[in-house]
């Protein structure tokens, strides 16, 4: 089995800095792309960053400047280092990542249980 926990997650003002970290624990081989997600209330879910296994990075247009996407592939964690957060950055977080899991051909994905984000104005 495979799993993602986020941490970090809690309640900031606008202007303020938090930092989510997501760990990848259970029967992996593996792992390429690792990925933030978000989801605010009433609204579809978005890609907010992602990470290629050999370092590749994109960001949404909305916290591109503000966040930084990182991972530690030995330790299988990657990192969301958020600054300058404001109102709308509001939003239930999810780790999601692409696995091979030990003994597997394929790629699955697997997401965490996610963490919430409140910015306060």
């Known amino acids: 089995q495979v799993q993602l926990v986020e941490s970090g997650g809690g309640l900031v003002q606008a202007g303020g800095s938090l930092r989510l970290s997501c760990a990848a624990s259970g029967s992996i081989f593996s792992i390429n792309r690792m990925a933030w997600y978000r989801q605010a209330p009433e609204k579809q879910r978005e890609l907010v960053s992602d990470?290629?296994?050999?370092?590749?990075?994109r960001y949404a247009d909305s916290v591109r400047g503000r966040f930084t996407i990182s991972r530690d592939n030995a330790k299988k964690l990657v990192y969301l280092q958020m600054n300058s957060l404001k109102p709308e950055d509001t939003a239930v977080y999810y780790c999601?990542?692409?696995?091979?899991?030990?003994?597997?051909?394929?790629?699955?994905?697997?997401w965490g249980q996610g963490t919430q984000v409140t910015v306060s104005s």
């Open positions: 990470i290629t296994s050999g370092g590749s990075k």
């Open positions: 999601a990542a692409q696995i091979r899991v030990r003994g597997g051909d394929y790629l699955g994905d697997y």
